[in-house]
């Protein structure tokens, strides 16, 4: 029986080839968070689909991926990895051929739900796999190239998803898929090791549905919020309900004697410096995303498409930025590596919102904010896995993913807010756009013509300039936030004291409890 990385044996020879692949099963389930938005117009006449089956349709993918992916993490864990992760694939593909064939709203939203059910086993297993086959003196390189693939594939999504409907049909974005998931069934197969907790804990099925019901139910009503405000009906429901499971899973967590999530960890310092700090962090570039790509388009008259490219240097500094993490956490320690990053970060997106001057200055702020991002989110992802034990870095994984995927929605629903509610409120005097969009204020300035139609237009896009300034002068203090957490959370060059089971007591837990291949 081969000993994993952690126990001191020899690393794996293939570890890098095994990160390519889960790199590419990473690519493919985040690139498919926001491929699809380009796509909308073709769907709505194609389908015939409703604006409220559009949003269900484009919804659906997420609430089933946050809603699963603590239970795929627990499951992973008691199964095994590499069946989840592939098993994961496999549904993912499948869900993306029923929704290339797709006739009708009704399929394309059920094949939605069961890409977003692939995807929740995918993601977990990439991070455990990754933490169990590289050793600790490259796990921090490796998080740093996981992490440049998360940013890349947020960012390619509008770039890929423009291109391909532009060229071809709307099942196109959906056709991409095929090609990373078939290289990942048949790469991985033969290349990604199994492993899983040696002694299986007892199945969880009332915490995993409580659990599964409190992330569901808590996504929808932030994804709500864009659209209905945050004293809707429906975003108060869910939100409630949310908070209803929430307390009735950690009631029943507490007392199930082999508990499905380590609350335990909730409790640690350096876990909430690390899981907490990374969803403020993707709360900033989510919002900053959102906001950026109708800057572009409304402020400096670019196609969705270029928007799209604009946005791109964004992940080539994220990559930038995971190469020289582990030299600045080496020098600084994890919590000066990551305040650092965190704080590079805000900085940068507050130069992309309040400095004018056409894109250079966008450009700027996107390059600082990739490089920050990129130096602190593999040491605080790092941390996070290493407070638990290999035989559940599974579950582990799902937590932080979770935490991750809730920074995605909060950001576009909080920042988004702050964007619909400064611009309503800038363009409340301008004749005839009360309650209207900007898009709809720029029509009405074309059929109105002349001058004044010229001075409503500029006038409508100044009010957006404003509000999007406020919108990413959010982003910009949520992820100063998220910095400040961390320099109170964080150690600082000291490993983290260990905590029953951790990673750090490794040497210390009997040797039948041990992360082990599975045969």
């Known amino acids: 029986m081969e000993e994993s990385p952690q126990d001191g044996a020899a690393p794996d020879p293939r570890r890098w080839w095994v990160l390519a692949v889960l790199s590419a099963a990473l690519f493919a389930i985040l690139l498919n968070n926001s491929l699809l938005n380009v796509a909308i117009p073709q769907i709505v006449r194609s389908t015939g689909a409703s604006i409220s089956q559009i949003q269900w349709i484009v919804d659906a993918y997420m609430l089933v991926f946050a809603g699963a992916l603590l239970t795929a993490g627990t499951l992973g864990d008691r199964y095994g990895r590499k069946r989840a992760t592939l098993a994961g694939t496999a549904t993912f593909g499948a869900g993306s051929v029923v929704a290339l064939l797709a006739d009708g709203p009704s399929q394309l939203l059920v094949a939605r739900a069961v890409m977003g059910l692939g995807a929740a086993f995918v993601m977990p297993g990439t991070l455990a796999i990754l933490v169990d086959v590289f050793p600790a003196p490259e796990r921090a390189r490796a998080i740093g190239v996981w992490g440049a693939v998360s940013a890349f594939s947020v960012a390619a999504g509008p770039v890929l998803g423009g291109t391909l409907v532009g060229h071809f049909w709307w099942g196109s974005v959906f056709l991409v898929n095929l090609v990373p998931v078939a290289l990942v069934l048949v790469a991985g197969a033969v290349l990604l090791p199994e492993s899983a907790d040696p002694v299986p804990r007892a199945a969880d099925p009332v915490g995993a549905l409580l659990g599964a019901g409190t992330m569901a139910a808590l996504v929808y009503g932030v994804i709500q919020v864009s659209g209905h405000g945050w004293s809707s009906p429906s975003v108060l429901g869910a939100l409630g309900g949310s908070a209803v499971a929430a307390v009735a899973f950690v009631a029943w967590e507490r007392r199930h004697p082999h508990p499905m999530m380590d609350l335990a960890l909730l409790r640690k310092p350096a876990f909430m410096g690390a899981g907490a700090g990374n969803m403020l962090l ?28 604009g946005i791109m240097p964004s992940a080539f500094a994220v990559a930038l930025g995971s190469v020289l993490s582990p030299r600045l956490t080496a020098r600084l320690g994890v919590r000066g590596g990551v305040t650092g990053g965190m704080a590079l970060a805000a900085v940068g997106v507050l130069v992309v919102g309040v ?49 991750q995927e809730l920074g995605n929605a909060l950001g576009v629903a909080v920042v988004g807010t702050v964007l619909a509610r400064r611009y309503a409120t800038g363009a409340a005097d301008l004749p005839g756009t009360a309650g209207r969009s900007l898009h709809d204020a720029l029509e009405l300035a074309d059929r109105t013509g002349g001058q004044a139609g010229t001075a409503l237009a500029s006038a409508a896009r100044q009010a957006f300039d404003h509000a999007a300034a406020a919108g990413l002068g959010v982003a910009a203090a949520v992820v100063a936030a998220g910095a400040l957490l961390a320099a109170f959370l964080l150690p600082g060059r000291t490993p983290p004291p260990a905590g029953p089971g951790s990673a750090h007591e490794v040497e210390t837990v009997p040797a039948d409890r041990r992360s082990s291949p599975v045969e």
């Open 282 to 309: 993707m709360v900033g570039l989510a919002g900053t995303f959102f906001v950026l790509t109708q800057r572009l388009q409304f402020g400096l008259g670019y196609s969705p498409l270029k928007a799209g490219l």
């Open 355 to 403: 400095v004018d001057g056409g894109y250079p200055p966008v450009l700027a702020g996107l390059v600082l904010a990739g490089i920050g991002f990129g130096l602190a989110m593999a040491p605080a992802t790092e941390t996070a896995m290493s407070l638990v034990h290999p035989d559940r870095s599974g579950s582990a994984a799902a937590l932080t993913d979770t935490m």
